[in-house]
């Protein structure tokens, strides 16, 4: 199987999402346009598991390509947008990470640079480029699992938000990351 049918038929059965979504509006600065102010604390965090859960079913996904288990989603309103995972290793490239492959859909299914209103959730912290295209892509919130305490950029080596960049994101770390961490273990003890 291709995978673009892979990672299609994994988005297929996380479209219906059962929580309530946070509001995007048209106007205002892309950081301030996901609206949580209606949604309770525990929708919130059901919803960012449910989506983390897709991201992780991606990241499963891409151990069968030999890859380092990581996979990312767009998420705008209630909708998947992009989702993608590691593609080092199979399309040969040094860029193919989730995050700056699933940003690069975004772009395109957008019709535009900025990301107003997306949530990107990641398996694992972002590395220096991922991080690099989030600022890039003005992405208002990020979402992530497993830490990365070796090359992490969100308070793994570094933390992004503590640099006097102009775009302001906000961050929830630690979601399902035990099980992102497992993936990624399984992945590194079959290597040895
Ligand atoms: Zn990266």
């Known amino acids: ?84 995972f590691n593609g080092r290793e199979s399309e040969k490239n040094a860029l193919y990470h989730a995050e700056v492959a699933v940003i690069g859909k975004t772009c395109r299914a957008m019709g535009g640079w900025r990301l107003p209103g997306c949530e990107l959730y990641v398996t694992l912290e972002p590395c220096i480029m991922c991080t690099g295209a989030i600022f890039q892509a003005r992405v208002p919130r990020l979402i992530f699992g497993a830490a990365d305490p070796k090359a992490g950029f969100f308070g793994g080596i570094a933390n992004a938000c503590d640099m006097p960049l102009n775009h302001k994101i906000n961050v929830k770390s630690g979601v399902l990351a035990e099980e992102a961490s497992r993936l990624l273990e399984e992945f590194f003890t079959k290597k040895r």
């Open 1 to 84: 199987m291709n995978r673009e049918q892979i990672i299609s038929d994994i988005v297929s059965l996380y479209e219906n999402c059962p929580y309530p979504a946070p509001a995007v509006h048209r106007r205002g600065k892309p950081h301030t346009t996901v609206d949580f102010s209606k949604i309770g604390e525990s929708d919130k965090t059901a919803r960012d598991e449910y989506y983390m859960r897709c991201a992780l079913d991606l990241a499963a996904a891409s151990l069968e390509f030999g890859e380092v288990p990581v996979g990312a989603v767009m998420v705008r309103g209630g909708k998947i947008v992009a989702a993608d």
